[in-house]
Structures are given as C-alpha cells and as structure tokens.
C-alpha cells in the first residue's frame, strides 16, 4: 500500500496533448474524430450564425431591422426547406447591451405562424393564432441570461438562455385574392424591435424588402463551419449539457479566451470532417423515414414527434438527441415551442425503383381531386445537398392558389419537373438542375380527417418515359 501510495505522489510525467502529432501537423485520430462529432453537435448554432451573417451581408441590416419578403419566395431565398407561399419576415437580435422589446401586431385573417428562437435555435415562444398571443398581438421583453432587471407594465418577459437569437414570422394568405398579400405586407410592417433603453422614444424602425435580393445562409460545410463555431461558442455562456462537448473541443484548439487558429494541415481534416457528415446527413435523412402511405415514397419525420412534443429542446428519456438534432436543423430552421395543427408535409427524394430523384430526369405527380387540405396545398422541390431551394431555378414550387395551375376534368392536377420548361402547360411546371439531386416537399395547409386515416393517397412522383427518337 505505501508502495502504491509513493507511486501516486510521483510527479506525473507530461501528458501528450490529444492533438500533438508532430509527424502530421497536429492531425491525430483523436482530432479527427472530435472534428467530425463538433459538426454534429454544433450545427443549430453555426446555422444561427451563417442566418446572421446573410442578416448583415446580404441586407446591409442592423440588429433589430426588420427583414420582409414582399412577395412568396423565389430561389434567392437560400435558407433551409422555405416553402414558396409565405411572406416571411425575419430579424436577428442580440442581448449584450440588454433587453430588446418585440411588438407583434394582430395577425388578423391572415395565416400567422412564427417563433422566437434562441442561439441554439431552441425555441422560446410561438407567435400567431396558435402562439402565446393567441392572434391578438402584444408587447414583449427579451431579457439576457441571468437577467435580474424590471419588466416594464404591459409587457411580458420571455427569458433568453444565449445573447444572440433570431425571429421568423410566416404570414400566408389563404387565397390569390391580391388583397391577402397586401395584409401580409402591411403587417410585416407592423413587426417593430428595439432596446428597452429607449422604449419612451424608439428610433424609426427600418424594413428591408429582400424580395429579388439573394439571402445565402445556408452553412458552408468546410472548414469555415469551425470558424463559425469557434465565434458563437466565444459570444455565448457555456451551459451544463454541453460541458463534456466544450471540453473535447479543446482537441481542436476551440477553447474560451484562445483565438482558433488551425494549421493548414487541420484545415483539410476540418473540411473532410464537415464535408463527410454532411453526406451522412444527406443520405440518412432521407432513409431513415418513416412512409406515410402503404406502397407509397412520400414519408415523414416520424420518429422526431415525441422531440417536436418536448419543445424541440432534443432532450428525451436522459439524452441529449444531438443526431437527430443535426438532422432536423441540417434540413430546416425555426422550430415550434408547441406542435401545431396549421400545417402537414411529407416529403420524397426517390423515385418508386430506390433511384435518387435527379436535375437530368423528368417526372411527373399526379395530385388526386380532393386533396385533404382546408386552405391550399403546395409543393417545393429543394437541393438534396443544402436542403434549399435549387439556384437559380426560374420556378421552385406550386401552390393550388394559383391562378396559372391547370386542372384536369376530374379535378386532379399533374406536376411536371424538369431542367426544360415544356411547351404546354408551364403553370404546372417546376425546374431541374442537372447534376442536382433533389427532395420535393409537399404541405397540407389545415390538413383535413382524410389525410390521416388514409383514405386519400397522393401517389408518388414517378419518372416519365424518355420521348421516342
């Protein structure tokens, strides 16, 4: 025992630091490895920031400035899954300097779904006819971590657990009636941000109509992707769920009060990192889904419900979910607080033989009469490797709105999609890229009994037959 003792109270001889490999330029397994799980676990928040910095490039914003799109989105649009009907607004805040007040207008007749995010992209409170203001609008305080201060009369606090946080507002007319999307535009001027320190006079508050501006944040998966993090993890208070995380970042050099300065050797192990989780996210998302019809492709998230129950937090039965995190925040941003009924989709990546859906292919849906939907449906095709809408596409997406879609006699419609706009029938038409996988999504606005007992079926998209030589 005094032996083992003696032994114990030896010094320690140095430990090898986990990313000293003086033969590769600090490339060890262990860097490798944490490199590839740091993508994994840091996407929501590179996300956030990669939105910011569209906020401030593409915009020339402020905090607090008020993003609108004037009318529905086109490919310029370049976040991840936008739907092509809504009239988005959006809006990056930032808590250092201290609470910032958000005034929501009524949401009238309009459609209005929109959420509160934090850095992390969990959500804080939902917006609209199913949100905290129940359609009626209010006054709102964002605070800052550990915020101990007043909440001014006639304004109700929502606690922020990081600085930095963003909103999305989706204001959708119901109809083509013109008059709907002038609401929609009128509202989003009535969105208003600004600090509580001048809440007795606030500023004039600016709009910026990025209609025909491009918004390109969607996450560069390079080594770039590392940067980001180190930044965001830099500007936000560590919390106890990810302590374990921030401990093995320090393998990659990422650690409090340091500046992130890889070599160009860990660069490339960087980018191949972020470059291989990408695909794995890419083809596991799409095979891991759940079918909504028998016999059928189109699928949905299944198995994310009792994640989407917990608020979208990912924390479930003990765990910290943080792969299906990446996923889910990998293919779309803004999630609910709560899970609402307004909305259902499904979506669908390979045609009926397992063959990927691709831009040098041309294919056809057939959307029976009578679709289950309330309000309208739509469907949106998007780039199966970021997961936003296809550039430069002259068409993205189809909604039954539309005063240009052609039906047939019985009362069912047929989508084309293809890189070549065809002769008749271009109101039914959405474009291809060649060399572009893609995933089509199709959404049910206010889904109706028929959708969920399955008594209507949406066939799957099918390839065409190549026409005769």
Do not use: C
């Not at 992390?120 to 199913?130: C, K, L, N, R, T």
Request: proline fraction near 9%; charged fraction near 20%.
């Amino acid at each position: 025992m005094a032996l083992a003792l003696g032994a114990a109270l030896l010094p320690a001889a140095p430990a090898r630091a986990a990313n000293a490999d003086s033969s590769n330029e600090g490339v060890s397994p262990a860097f490798e490895r944490r490199a590839a799980e740091a993508v994994i676990w840091g996407i929501p928040l590179v996300s956030t920031d990669a939105m910011r910095d569209a906020y401030f490039r593409d915009a020339g914003a402020k905090y607090n400035d008020i993003l609108y799109w004037s009318r529905p989105s086109d490919w310029q649009n370049q976040t991840t899954t936008p739907n092509s009907t809504s009239h988005y607004v959006y809006a990056n805040v930032n808590l250092r300097d201290g609470p910032v007040v958000f005034d929501m207008p009524p949401s009238g007749k309009l459609s209005v779904y929109g959420n509160l995010q934090d850095g992390w992209q969990i959500p804080v409170e939902d917006f609209g006819h199913a949100g905290i203001d129940e359609g009626k609008g209010g006054r709102f305080l964002l605070t800052p971590p550990g915020y101990k201060g007043p909440v001014p009369p006639g304004m109700r606090q929502l606690a922020m657990s990081t600085y930095n946080g963003y909103f999305l507002l989706r204001l959708t007319p119901v109809s083509s009636d013109p008059r709907e999307a002038a609401e929609a535009n009128a509202m989003a001027k009535q969105v208003r941000l600004y600090p509580l320190s001048t809440a007795a006079a606030p500023k004039p508050q600016r709009y910026i109509d990025m209609s025909d501006r491009l918004f390109d944040a969607i996450v560069r998966m390079d080594d770039s992707f590392f940067d980001r993090l180190a930044k965001m993890l830099a500007e936000e208070p560590a919390e106890r769920r990810d302590m374990v995380m921030r401990g093995m970042l320090r393998t990659l050099g990422i650690e409090p009060g340091k500046a992130f300065a890889p070599t160009p050797r860990q660069r490339q192990a960087l980018a191949k990192a972020a470059a291989q989780v990408r695909g794995d996210l890419m083809i596991e998302g799409q095979v891991s889904r759940t079918p909504w019809w028998p016999n059928e492709i189109w699928s949905t998230t299944g198995e994310l419900l009792p994640l989407a129950k917990g608020g979208f937090t990912f924390e479930l039965n003990d765990a910290l979910r943080i792969d299906e995190r990446a996923w889910f925040y990998f293919k779309a941003f803004a999630s609910p607080k709560r899970l609402g009924t307004a909305t259902f989709y499904v979506t669908q990546s390979k045609d009926p033989s397992g063959a990927w859906l691709t831009g040098e292919r041309d294919y056809v849906l057939h959307v029976p009469a009578n679709v289950p939907a309330k309000q309208f449906w739509s469907v949106d095709v998007y780039d199966l490797e970021t997961s936003g809408f296809l550039r430069n596409a002259p068409v993205v997406g189809i909604d039954s709105n539309e005063r240009s879609l052609t039906t047939n006699k019985d009362g069912s419609v047929d989508i084309r999609f293809s890189a070549s706009a065809p002769e008749r029938g271009k109101g039914n038409w959405i474009a291809l890229t060649p060399g572009k996988r893609w995933f089509a999504m199709f959404r049910f606005y206010g889904p109706q009994p028929a959708l969920f007992d399955k008594n209507w079926v949406l066939p799957s998209i099918r390839e065409l037959p190549a026409p005769p030589k």
